[in-house]
Nanobody, 121 residues
Framework: QVQLVESGGGLVQAGGSLELSCAAS????????MGWYRQAPGKQRELVATITSGHSPHYADSVKGRFTISRDNAKNTVWLQMNSLKPEDTAVYYC???????????????WGQGTQVTVSS
């Protein structure tokens, strides 16, 4: 069984920092692009940042210059360092992998369970 296990969410004051992590576990052979998405109450899920297996990052305009995405391919882990947090960053953050190659075959669009990030003003 393959799992994406997220950690690092919590409550922080505006201007503060948090780091999220997401580790893919199980009988995994390859991991494609990894990313973070978020969903605030009453809003659609939106892309925050993605990073390819070649470590090429992409950011939503709203987080450029404040968030940094990184990954360790050997550990099948992705991190999201969030600095200068704003109340509008409050959301449930979800880890995503676009494709996993596993012992049970390829699995596309794999999601974590989500972790809450709350930024107080």
């Amino acid at each position: 069984q393959v799992q994406l296990v997220e950690s690092g969410g919590g409550l922080v004051q505006a201007g503060g920092s948090l780091e999220l992590s997401c580790a893919a576990s199980g009988r995994i052979f390859t991991v494609g692009a990894m990313g973070w998405y978020r969903q605030a109450p009453g809003k659609q899920r939106e892309l925050v940042a993605t990073i390819t297996s070649g470590h090429s990052p992409h950011y939503a305009d709203s987080v450029k210059g404040r968030f940094t995405i990184s990954r360790d391919n050997a550990k099948n882990t992705v991190w999201l360092q969030m600095n200068s947090l704003k109340p509008e960053d409050t959301a449930v953050y979800y880890c995503n992998v676009d494709r996993l190659t596993t012992a049970w075959g390829p699995q596309d669009d794999y999601w974590g369970q989500g972790t809450q990030v709350t930024v107080s003003s």
